[in-house]
Nanobody, 119 residues
Framework: QVQLVESGGGLVQPGESLRLSCAAS????????VGWYRQAPGNQRELVAQ???????DYADSVKGRFTISRDNAKNTVSLEMNSLKPEDTAVYYC?????????????WGQGTQVTVSS
């Protein structure tokens, strides 16, 4: 089992920045990928950014150049630096860990943190 706790959400104005953090604890072995998803009202949950094995990063097209994902393996944390925020970035953001055990991948989610971008 892996427990994920997010922090750093809030209300900001367009153009401002926020940093989300996720602290992981538990049986953290063979991590396949860590990342952030978001879900806005009425929309499906979507990938925002992730770091896969080997340090390969993936970003949603809508956040490329504005968001940066980073990972601290020693502290078991993953962060998302969000700059130049837009109203369309408003959503609940979820931390996500994918842990592999042989051929099986287990997916863990945090409880979510609200990000609201509004003037």
């Amino acid at each position: 089992q892996v427990q994920l706790v997010e922090s750093g959400g809030g209300l900001v104005q367009p153009g401002e920045s926020l940093r989300l953090s996720c602290a992981a604890s538990g049986s953290i072995f063979s991590i396949y990928a860590v990342g952030w998803y978001r879900q806005a009202p009425g929309n499906q949950r979507e990938l925002v950014a992730q770091i896969r094995n080997g340090g390969i990063t993936d970003y949603a097209d809508s956040v490329k150049g504005r968001f940066t994902i980073s990972r601290d393996n020693a502290k078991n944390t993953v962060s998302l630096e969000m700059n130049s925020l837009k109203p369309e970035d408003t959503a609940v953001y979820y931390c996500n860990y994918k842990v592999s055990a042989g051929s099986v991948v287990y997916i863990y989610w945090g409880q979510g943190t609200q990000v609201t971008v509004s003037s």
